[in-house]
């Protein structure tokens, strides 16, 4: 138990859907990252926030939207998903101090299914 | 190209053997991290070392960061059957953490 829980844990949705993931920290951390896990590839950041700013874009479409309404919680909303974006999705926390983002505590992970 | 690159790509011991795994990246960091996965769940962070440290142990493990080579590596000693997992490299780049391929590690008991 990392203090970082995320739900659902399994999703599957078609690609007209809207569905959105959840996130929440219970360490007061002020920093929250979203990360997409595909199989062969390295871990990809999507977004991070900082003090509930988001302070980094990693290029992502724009069928993914993250909301950050305070330091302990973080959406990601889906639409139109692509079956390319069946991923396992990962949520992290950190403590950020004079510009180290410090160690990440990484939630479960929301394996995701587009059909 | 990525900025964090494991070696090997996989690693197969018996329990009781030392596993050794490399990461090399390409810019300069301020501090490197490494990360364990088990099979389809999150990662756990494991170490971090900063760019003016050269070594650092935790329990069975050990880590070696060679900034002048922009190289690390993860040594597990006296392996257990419980160590198997994937082990991921992070290099925290001023702000930007980028994660390696990693190397998915098997102890044999």
């Known amino acids: 138990e990392t203090g970082v829980t995320q739900t659902p844990r399994h999703l599957v949705m078609g690609m007209t859907n809207k569905k959105s993931l959840k996130c929440e920290q219970h360490?007061?951390?002020?920093?929250m990252y979203w990360y997409k896990q595909s199989a062969k590839k390295p871990l990809e950041l999507m977004f991070v926030y900082n003090f509930k700013e988001q302070t980094e874009n990693n290029s992502v479409p724009s069928r993914f939207s993250p909301e950050c309404p305070n330091s302990s919680h973080l959406f990601l909303h889906l639409h139109t998903l692509q079956p390319e974006d069946s991923a396992l999705y990962l949520c992290?926390?950190?403590?950020?101090?004079?510009?180290?983002?410090?160690?990440?505590?990484f939630g479960p992970g929301t394996r995701l299914t587009v059909t | 190209s990525q900025q964090g690159e494991e070696d090997p790509q996989a690693l197969s011991i018996q329990e009781g053997e030392n596993a050794t795994m490399n990461c090399s990246y390409k810019?300069?960091?301020?501090?490197l991290q490494w990360y364990r996965q088990n099979s389809g769940r999150g990662l756990v962070h494991l170490i971090l070392?900063?760019?003016?440290?050269r070594e650092k142990h935790s329990g069975r493990l050990r880590v070696t960061l060679d900034t002048s080579k922009k190289s690390s590596s993860l040594l597990i000693t006296a392996s257990r059957a419980a160590d198997t997992a994937s082990y991921f490299c992070?290099?925290?780049?001023?702000?930007?953490?980028?994660f390696g391929q990693g190397t998915i590690l098997t102890v044999h008991p």
């Open positions: 992290a926390s950190s403590q950020p101090l004079a510009g180290d983002l410090g160690e990440q505590y």
């Open positions: 070392i900063r760019s003016n440290e």
């Open positions: 810019t300069s960091i301020n501090n």
């Open positions: 992070a290099t925290d780049n001023y702000g930007k953490l980028t």
């Open positions: 360490l007061g951390h002020n920093a």
